[in-house]
């Protein structure tokens, strides 16, 4: 298909998403054809969109970025929920290659030091891991919601992703937190006990912090940095992202 005709679909789609339900839109996403991916951070939005899929027995795959550097309670996450719902959660780790690269470069924890080495660091452990796990796939499934930062405020539910010639679909993109959270009461759906201390979004261990009373769900991730938009890389363009010195990076 080419790329115009995408562009299409993923309008189309969008229109036709905005009236349904999340399983529902899940179904929707699952009948597109090809490999369908839903990569999973194990964070709260994510855990409600696995339930879903497990429940349904959807023909999609679940993947997640095993960095190297998640809180011991997201790893422990990944078995319970593989448990819960019957289903095989693949990993995908950094290579060994890449991580001593940059440790060469920046030092292992360099990533405090400046933008370009945090996204560097997120390019090895995030970025690169994530292209193995899209390899072959024709839709790629996000926990994105509008609610979670400026930066998301416009999320549809359905976008041509032009960087990897795909469609992304984001079927949580209209629902706030009081939603998620009540789904996820009613269901009994396993979440990382991170969320109740303070943490309502959950990276790598050393790059998060529990937020403060009013700030944005958000503003413990890479906390050090003054840029409220900030991203690891994984949903913004390549060339958006500050340029790196490795060209191995």
Request: negative net charge; glycine residues 8%.
């Amino acid at each position: 298909m080419t790329i115009m005709n995408l562009s299409q679909e993923a309008q189309s789609l969008n229109d036709k998403m905005a009236g349904l339900d999340l399983a529902e839109r899940l179904s929707l996403a699952a009948s597109l054809g090809g490999r369908v991916v839903f990569t999973t951070s194990l964070g709260i939005e994510d855990q409600v969109i696995t339930h879903v899929i497990g429940q349904n027995r959807f023909d999609i795959d679940v993947a997640t970025l095993e960095t190297g550097r998640l809180f011991p309670e997201t790893v422990a996450l990944i078995a319970e929920t593989e448990a819960r719902y019957g289903m095989t959660i693949n990993r995908y780790f950094p290579l060994k290659e890449d991580v001593d690269a940059y440790a060469a470069q920046y030092g292992l924890n360099g990533f405090y030091d400046s933008v370009e080495a945090r996204h560097a660091c997120c390019g090895v452990r995030k970025v690169k891991p994530l292209a193995r796990a899209l390899t072959g796939a024709s839709v790629w499934i996000t926990g994105l919601r509008r609610g979670q930062s400026g930066n998301r405020a416009d999320t549809p539910f359905v976008e041509y992703d032009a960087e990897r010639n795909l469609l992304k679909v984001n079927p949580l993109a209209d629902w706030d937190i009081e939603r998620i959270n009540c789904l996820v009461a009613d269901e009994a759906v396993p979440i990382n006990p991170l969320h109740s201390r303070g943490y309502p979004s959950i990276g790598c261990e050393p790059c998060t912090r529990a937020i403060k009373p009013g700030e944005s769900e958000r503003a413990g991730r890479w906390w050090w940095e003054n840029d409220e938009k900030r991203e690891c890389g994984l949903h913004v363009p390549e060339a958006a992202l500050p340029s790196l010195n490795s060209s191995e990076l």
